[in-house]
């Protein structure tokens, strides 16, 4: 017969395995798709690339506000000190990451000013309505499970990716092109292991549904970030 104590042991694992579980599957899609399989392996061509990094762009210029705008409203709220704190916290570690898109991309020949012009996808679109739902609307701290996937898919791949994609050598300038990648792979580790630590002790079943609705709103979504179509390659929803 369990204890409480076990149950809730249980429970909590039951619930990380499921996180764990949307953040491994984005990694399963993307090895599926063809052309982020082209960047993982190093043979994505240049237009390909620029996609990729003009509406990454455009979806991580929101991160520092909307984490912080998440931060602020539990704090507010009174709820979960700690959350409300890890919330904070990311939003200062992300600050800047957009200025090492734009580097990279003005080193492909893409000043900021045709960045800022660019049509965005209806996966940038989707991913910065749904944040910003759960930030100012919804459970903010939804956006740990979205932080999850994404940091879980750096870890996974991104070091790899910048080392495939120089010693590929196939697009001009490559070498000043890869800051964005180099730095999410070099911190995202520690950022995981850090964010499961604090997730596991989460026991509200609303937030352990929104986080895992926001991780696999992530995981679908972004997939449409290598290409304007997804519909031949589209990812698994379930």
């Known amino acids: 017969m369990h204890t409480m104590n076990e149950t809730q042991t249980q429970t909590q694992m039951d619930w990380m395995k499921a996180l764990e579980h949307e953040a491994r599957t ?7 798709h063809p052309i982020a399989r082209r960047l993982i ?31 602020r409203r539990m704090k507010r709220m009174g709820w979960h000190p700690q959350l409300a704190e890890l919330l904070l916290q990311k939003s200062t570690e992300e600050r800047g990451h957009e200025r090492w898109l734009l580097a990279d991309l003005k080193n492909l020949g893409w000043p900021v000013a045709r960045v800022e012009r660019a049509q965005l996808s209806p996966a940038v679109i989707a991913y910065v309505a749904w944040n910003r739902y759960t930030t100012r609307s919804g ?52 950022h ?25 709103n992530t995981r679908v ?9 997804g519909g031949e390659y589209p990812a698994r929803t379930s």
């Open 192 to 216: 995981v292991a850090e964010l499961a630590s604090v997730l596991r002790s989460l026991t509200d079943p609303r937030e352990r549904s929104a986080l895992l609705l926001s991780a696999r």
């Open 221 to 229: 979504i972004y997939s449409g970030l290598f290409s304007d179509e």
């Open 139 to 190: 459970v903010p701290a939804a956006f740990l499970g979205t932080a999850y996937v994404l940091e879980y898919l750096s870890v996974q791949y991104a070091s790899g990716a910048v080392e495939r994609l120089l010693a590929a050598n196939t697009i001009p300038n490559i070498r000043k092109a890869v800051t964005f990648l180099r730095g999410h792979g070099d911190a995202d580790g520690n």
């Open 26 to 32: 984005l990694v399963e899609d993307l090895n599926a």
């Open 41 to 71: 392996d190093g043979s994505i061509d240049a237009d390909s690339y620029v996609h990729y990094l003009v509406q990454t762009y455009h979806y991580v210029r929101w991160t520092t506000p909307l984490l912080a705008e998440a931060g």
